[in-house]
């Protein structure tokens, strides 16, 4: 199925460190963008970080120089490298994928991982 699986989260200390992967289906051609969004209870899906095919970044204000978004468009797989963790940083982090191509050459506007769960203790 065509699908992205997220990695990574955990349960963590305040200022340690935790790197979320995200892989897509094999059956993945292409993916135009790619990026991570984070929802905690009572609030809506936000915006973490976002990366192009071309390499062009955008990050959230609150995780600017604190976390790094990569990808391998060869492996069609999205990092999350998240430094200097804090509580306010606690969510469920999920993978993002737009204008993503398969390789029967049916076209999805986007896809969604399940989340994976960050949990950051003071």
């Known amino acids: 199925q065509v699908e992205l699986v997220e990695s990574g989260g955990g349960l963590v200390q305040a200022g340690g460190s935790l790197r979320l992967s995200c892989a897509a289906s094999?059956?993945?051609?292409?993916?135009?963008?790619m990026g991570w969004y984070r929802q905690t209870p009572g609030k809506q899906r936000e915006l973490v970080a976002s990366?192009?095919?071309?390499?062009?970044?955008s990050y959230a204000d609150s995780v600017k120089g604190r976390f790094t978004i990569a990808r391998d468009n060869a492996k069609n797989t999205v990092y999350l490298q998240m430094n200097s963790l804090e509580p306010e940083d606690t969510a469920v982090y999920y993978c993002?994928?737009?204008?993503?191509?398969?390789?029967?050459?049916?076209?999805?506007?986007?896809?969604w991982g399940r989340g994976t769960r960050v949990t950051v203790s003071a």
């Open positions: 990366i192009t095919s071309g390499g062009d970044t």
């Open positions: 094999r059956d993945i051609f292409s993916i135009n963008s």
């Open positions: 993002n994928s737009r204008d993503v191509v398969i390789r029967t050459g049916i076209k999805y506007l986007e896809l």
